[in-house]
């Protein structure tokens, strides 16, 4: 079975029916401009040696050879053979904020929505490291425990919306100790082993009103835990959506009548990630600041998870880009004007006398 390598990159292949649509407009425009000067019936006398099929063809041949140049450069592969590996990685707990707040449209969709893609994104970087998932609001409670499947990861995080937990609030604490649970920490059943191969990465808009987060990461650190924090929001004040169904009626309202405000709190944040001893980034519609914290896991200690199967994939860019290189020099062993000595059209009305 064929996949490629790098599949964002087949995106470019859009632009092909673009250009193509771009230069029959073109060429259209160009025989309009031409009719206003001469008859088309005289076409052929003014440029005795214009051809009709030469350019498209010249044009057709680039298309093609782009084309094949695209799927070069996303390195269609195919499995050859299944190989025996060692499976290694790291433990990473992430602790998502599902309270009210992060309904919150500062940045687009949402600030849950914009989590759950930061969430993908950070599964796609990172390689066979193992992931709990943690919801939190009030309260905390561990929706996925550690597993190598990426695949029941997504499907969980799907799950996810602002339903999850009844009691409102932002317990960050109170996640952050249930993410060192999943490790095995305080489990009389596991003999807990103190490394520098686990993470928490608490993902929220830092409006912690519940308990002492700093306290929490405190502790994480000095088992050995990174504690790595994103935020999610603008840090000026925005409305928090109110939804009946699919349907917005409005905004939170506190008791007064006054629309009730969230903003992202970087000072809280910022203060969690030094306790735990990682780092604060910030998520924006553009960047989810991912790559920052996946070059810190990396750098942390590997566990071994035992043996698995892997696919070993063999790269077969060789043969777009080969096509794309005789696309391309045909391109340029053909002119525009037709050849006076070796005329196609002449040479067939020939054969059609004699």
């Known amino acids: 079975m064929i996949h490629f390598e790098h599949p964002q990159i087949l995106w470019a292949l859009l632009l092909i029916p673009l250009f193509v649509g771009l230069w029959i407009w073109l060429l259209l425009r160009g025989k309009e401009r031409l009719a ?5 019936n005289m076409f052929g006398r003014l440029i005795p040696d214009a051809s009709r099929w030469r350019p498209s063809l010249k044009f057709g041949l680039i298309m093609l050879g782009a084309a094949f140049l ?15 590996g060692e499976r290694i990685g790291s433990d990473i707990a992430i602790c998502l904020d599902v309270s ?8 687009q969709p949402n600030r849950l929505e914009r989590s759950k893609r930061t969430i993908n994104n950070l599964l796609s970087a990172l390689g066979s490291d193992r992931i709990a998932l943690v919801v939190f609001a009030g309260s905390s409670y561990v929706q996925m425990p550690l597993t190598n499947d990426y695949s029941a990861v997504k499907l969980f995080l799907d799950q996810i919306d602002c339903k999850l937990i009844s009691t409102q609030g932002t317990a960050i604490g109170d996640a952050i100790e249930k993410a060192m649970e999943t490790f095995g920490y305080g489990d009389p059943d596991r003999e807990w082993v103190k490394n520098q191969g686990r993470a928490i990465i608490v993902i929220s ?3 912690n009103f519940e308990d002492d987060a700093q306290a929490a990461a405190r502790k994480a650190a000095s088992e050995g835990i990174l504690v790595c924090t994103i935020g999610m929001g603008l840090t000026e ?7 009946r169904g699919n349907l917005r009626v409005g905004y939170k309202r506190d008791i007064n009548g006054n629309t009730v405000t969230t903003h992202l709190d970087e000072a809280t944040l910022t203060s969690i990630a030094h306790a735990g001893k990682g780092i604060y980034v910030r998520a924006t519609n553009i960047n989810s600041g991912v790559q920052e914290i996946v070059r810190l896991i990396e750098g942390l200690e590997k566990d071994h998870y035992g043996e698995a199967m892997f696919s070993e994939y063999e790269s077969r860019y060789q043969y777009p880009l080969v096509a794309a290189i005789v696309c391309l020099l045909a391109e340029l062993l053909i002119f525009e ?3 006076k000595k070796i005329n196609l059209d002449k040479i067939l009305r020939n054969r059609k006398s004699n």
């Open 36 to 40: 206003q000067f001469a008859d088309r």
């Open 237 to 243: 004040g925005t409305p928090i959506p109110e939804y």
């Open 205 to 207: 808009d830092g409006e």
């Open 100 to 107: 009210n707040s992060m309904m919150a449209e500062d940045i």
């Open 337 to 339: 004007r037709r050849n």
């Open 70 to 84: 695209i799927l070069a450069l996303a390195n269609p592969q195919e499995g050859s053979k299944m190989v025996k």
